[in-house]
């Protein structure tokens, strides 16, 4: 059974930083493109970035890009989103996600760890 | 990456179907087959519904079924049940590893 399993949340403040971590397990996780997508309360989903089996190439939504960095170690089954120059708008729960065998279509998600950026 | 344009809300009474559009450009929903839409309980994880356009993964009642025409995609719900009460969210392929999504249905069974 797939399971993505996301850790690091928590308050920050504006400006700062935060690592968040997911573990995989149940797939082969070195086989499948992975990627990060939020919700800011009370609003929609926003795709936030991507990554492909290796370690590159990477892609990134306009609002994170230049300031959010995905990363991955297949050895450790684990996906990761270093998050720098924190804004309040960051403030969302952030989901760990892969992106299925076969299509361009995320099949499995995580529950969310929520960032929160406020002073 | 502008979101793909979806109704805030949509409702429909028990046993009666309803339909929910997702509406993009040439640059994501029109130009491939990769929509998929999404049922959000408050709090949970997103669950995938519909895939690539018009395809239900295993186990998704036959009730749901995707469509698609030019640049909007369309989830219909048909007898609805009150289970079926979330927020649904379509997202579309826009290039290679990047996708966008709707801004969310919210579907009230009264």
């Known amino acids: 059974e797939v399971h993505l399993v996301e850790s690091g949340g928590g308050l920050v403040q504006p400006g700062g930083s935060l690592r968040l971590s997911c573990a995989a397990s149940?797939?082969?996780?070195?086989?499948?493109?992975m990627a990060w997508v939020r919700q800011v309360p009370g609003q929609g989903l926003e795709w936030i970035s991507s990554?492909?089996?290796?370690?590159?190439?990477?892609y990134y939504a306009d609002s994170v890009k230049g300031r959010f960095t995905i990363s991955r170690d297949n050895v450790k089954n684990s996906l990761y989103l270093q998050m720098n120059r924190l804004r309040d708008e960051d403030t969302a729960v952030y989901y760990c996600?892969?992106?299925?065998?076969?299509?361009?279509?995320?099949?499995?998600w995580g529950q969310g760890t929520l960032v929160t950026v406020s002073s | 990456q502008s979101a793909l344009t979806q109704p805030r809300s949509v409702s429909g009474s028990p046993g009666q179907s309803v339909t929910i559009s997702c509406t993009g450009a040439s640059s994501n929903v029109g130009g491939y087959d990769y929509v998929s839409w999404y049922q959000k309980h408050p709090g949970k994880a997103p669950k995938l519904m519909i895939r690539d356009v018009s395809e239900r993964p295993s186990g998704v009642p036959d009730r749901f079924s995707g469509s698609k025409s030019g640049n909007t995609a369309s989830l219909t719900i048909s007898g609805l049940q009150a289970e079926d009460e979330a927020d649904y969210y379509c997202?579309?392929?826009?290039?290679?590893?990047?996708?966008?999504f709707g801004g969310g249905t919210k579907l009230t069974v009264l």
């Open positions: 990554i492909s089996i290796g370690p590159s190439p990477t």
């Open positions: 996600a892969r992106f299925a065998v076969v299509g361009w279509v995320i099949d499995y």
């Open positions: 997202c579309s392929y826009a290039g290679t590893y990047t996708l966008v």
């Open positions: 149940g797939f082969t996780f070195s086989s499948l493109g």
